[in-house]
C-alpha cells in the first residue's frame, strides 16, 4: 500500500465487505464499557485478532 495510497481506500471497503457478508471468519471478542482501555490497547498492540465489540 504504501507505494500506492490511492488503492488503500477502494482496498478497505472491500474488505469491510467481505467481511459483512461473512465470507472472512472474524474472531470477536466483547468486553464491558468499563474496560474500554483495554480495549484499545489490544487494538494498538495488534493482539485483538480480530473485532472487539464494547457492551454496556
Known sequence: MPAH???????????????G???IDMPTQTLPLAE???AHRRVET???????LLEP
Do not use: M, N
Open 5 to 19: 495510497p490511492e488503492q488503500a481506500g477502494p482496498a478497505a471497503r472491500r474488505a469491510l465487505e467481505v467481511i
Open 21 to 23: 457478508q461473512g465470507l
Open 36 to 38: 474500554a482501555a483495554e
Open 46 to 52: 495488534g493482539s485483538a485478532g480480530g473485532r472487539i
